[in-house]
């Protein structure tokens, strides 16, 4: 059982380039999720969806786009990329349960944007 | 605005007691979250409080005080393996995780 599988794991990036990280999942898990991880700070929530064909808005969203065209995958795409975007990009996935709402994270995607 | 405070970092002896704080202000409050994360993986889950009280699993407590936006992850028997971070989130009342920026906590033989 793979759970989340995040691709590519690293990537080196021009300012103004473009790419799109791919998130899938195998547990059939309705809410997806993409985060950034940065030194000193929380995960920040980037922009979500709720079932296929959804997507939402989450804190930083600026410079990112996403689609949920299919229910197990979820990609993030940087139209343009900027020396802010270096970070650590994590993707979720949970059922939606909200008695506890566990989240299942992928190994992560160290973008280095120069 | 949201918040939550955790200590940067902490330091402990394999086979010690050690206690996490986090403490919250978020608008509403769905749940409480602990994760940990071992230095270049992902995050991990390893307990959830919606109500006041101890959550005990294995060697990992974990307490919430909603009254005192408080919870804390009390670590026991400490092995060198628990040398990580530990995130605390809280699910806002938009059904919303807002994390804290994680406590490492450094195991000493």
């Known amino acids: 059982n793979a759970g989340v599988t995040q691709t590519p794991k690293f990537r080196v990036l021009k300012t103004g380039q473009s790419m799109t990280l791919l998130c899938a999942q195998d547990m059939n898990h309705e809410y997806m999720y993409w985060y950034r991880q940065d030194p000193g700070m929380g995960l920040r929530l980037i922009h979500y969806?709720?079932?296929?064909?959804?997507?939402a808005k989450g804190e930083v969203p600026d410079g990112y786009n996403v689609s949920r065209l299919k229910k197990q995958n979820f990609l993030l795409g940087l139209e343009s990329a900027a020396p802010s975007q270096t970070s650590v990009y994590f993707c979720?996935?949970?059922?939606?349960?909200?008695?506890?709402?566990?989240?299942?994270f992928g190994e992560g995607s160290r973008l280095t944007v120069l | 605005g949201q918040n939550i405070d955790q200590p940067t970092e902490m330091t402990a002896t394999e086979g010690a007691i050690v206690q996490i704080n986090c403490t919250y202000q978020t608008s509403g409050f769905n749940g409480l979250f602990w994760y940990q994360q071992h230095a270049g993986e992902a995050p991990t889950f390893l307990s959830y409080?919606?109500l006041d009280g101890l959550e005990e699993k294995g060697r990992f407590s974990s307490f919430l005080s909603r009254s005192k936006g408080y919870s804390y992850l009390l670590l026991k028997e400490l092995q060198m393996k628990d040398s990580a971070s530990y995130l605390c989130?809280?699910?806002?009342?938009?059904?919303?995780?807002?994390w804290g920026a994680g406590t490492k906590l450094i195991i000493k033989p």
């Open positions: 409080n919606v």
């Open positions: 989130a809280v699910r806002d009342s938009n059904y919303q995780l807002i």
């Open positions: 979720a996935s949970t059922q939606g349960d909200f008695d506890t709402g566990e989240l299942f």
């Open positions: 969806s709720v079932g296929e064909g959804t997507t």
